[in-house]
């Protein structure tokens, strides 16, 4: 059995690596990969590179993620932060159904307030009963009604907005 998983863990680091895995009962590789436990082994093969990033290649990134689509958002993200000479800002806008769902939140806020070129908005599209949002917006399109979710959203709620670009701005999402 195979799937394409991104790990999250670094890719300087040597001997292990760290994926997020959303286990389904019925998924043949989630299933058993959430039941693999700390420190046992797992055959895998790669790495398969999609994307090379070099550091300052843009002046910002623009990052949309759905679900577990994160987890290469994430590599990225945790990439350009970890160069202090990398000045790119990075706007995430990370959508998930609920705010249980939202994967890597405690790593994501963590970043953002040590990193003040990196700013996150989370968006669900329903919030239990007797649970409270900040913000909830619902992208027009993608299930009807709702608010759309523009260029101006990731200025107006990280601010301050990121300086003209001195490069291109570079776009990218994943999602599930």
Avoid: C
């Amino acid at each position: 059995m195979a799937k394409p998983y991104t790990p999250v863990s670094s890719p300087r680091q040597q001997g292990t690596m760290e994926l997020v895995v959303k286990a389904y009962p019925t998924g043949s590789v989630s299933k058993y990969l959430g039941g693999v436990g700390v420190g046992d082994a797992v055959e895998v093969k790669g790495p398969f590179t999609k994307f090379k990033y070099a550091p300052n290649t843009w002046s910002a990134v623009g990052l949309v993620a759905g679900g577990t689509g994160i987890t290469p958002m994430y590599q990225l993200i945790t990439e350009i932060l970890s160069n202090p000479r990398d000045r790119t800002a990075i706007r995430l806008i990370y959508a998930s159904r609920t705010p249980d769902d939202i994967l890597l939140k405690a790593e994501l806020d963590a970043l953002a307030a040590k990193h003040p070129q990196f700013k996150v908005i989370y968006t669900v599209d329903s919030v239990p009963a007797g649970k409270t949002w900040k913000v909830r917006l619902r992208v027009g399109g993608l299930g009807g009604g709702g608010q759309q979710i523009t260029r101006p959203h990731i200025h107006t709620h990280s601010t301050p907005p990121p300086p003209p670009p001195t490069h291109p701005t570079h776009r990218a999402r994943w999602g599930t």
